[in-house]
Each structure stands twice: as structure tokens, then as C-alpha cells.
């Protein structure tokens, strides 16, 4: 079955970076778009970032130029490098493909 286990998250200081990965299996990973969401306390599941299966990328306006979505075909995985953070990226981050979503990971930015 379709798999996506996030990892990564943590506490970090505002201007502090994460690196979140999510590890992918059951489906040709290879094949496939996959997406980065975020949702934080009484508000709405957004769209990050999402890299496609050509590679072709695209990033929310908040976070353009600080973070950096990847992925990795030949160990099924996607990542999302998250630099110069803020304390409005807190969130808890999901990883997506199709209609599949990992339980995700909590990041915190706090001071």
C-alpha cells in the first residue's frame, strides 16, 4: 500500500533552517508529482511546494527564496529545505502525492 512518512520536524529559532524529508513507497515514486502542504492552528491546509515528475517546481509566495523542494528517484523520497525561517512557518508539514498524505511533522519556529 501507498506509504509517505514524513520526517524532520523539529524546534528552531526564527532565521534557523530545517531540512524535512519524506520517504515514499508503494507506487512508482518516479511517476508521480509530489507536494509539500503545511496547516497551522485554525487555519486552512495550504500548498508549500511541489516538485513534479519532470521536476518542474513551484513554491507558495510565502516562501520563495527560502525554501527548497527536491527529490530523490532512486531512493523515493522528497525533501523540502526550509531556511531563513519565521515564526508564521509553523505548521505542521504533509507530504502529498495524489490523493495520499503522510501523518505529517511538526515544525516550530519560536524564539
Known amino acids: 500500500q501507498v506509504k509517505l512518512v514524513e520526517s524532520g520536524g523539529g524546534s528552531v529559532q526564527p532565521g534557523g533552517s530545517l531540512r524535512l524529508s519524506c520517504a515514499a513507497s508503494g507506487f512508482t515514486f518516479s511517476s508521480y508529482n509530489m507536494r509539500w502542504y503545511r496547516q497551522s492552528s485554525g487555519k486552512e491546509r495550504e500548498l508549500v511546494a511541489s516538485i513534479s515528475w519532470l521536476d518542474s517546481i513551484t513554491y507558495a509566495d510565502s516562501v520563495k527564496d527560502r525554501f527548497t523542494i527536491s527529490r530523490d528517484n532512486t531512493k523515493n523520497t522528497v525533501n523540502l529545505q526550509m531556511n531563513s525561517l519565521k515564526p508564521e512557518d509553523t505548521a505542521t508539514y504533509y507530504c502529498?502525492?495524489?490523493?495520499?498524505w503522510g501523518k505529517g511533522t511538526l515544525v516550530t519556529v519560536s524564539s
Open positions: 502529498n502525492s495524489r490523493h495520499y
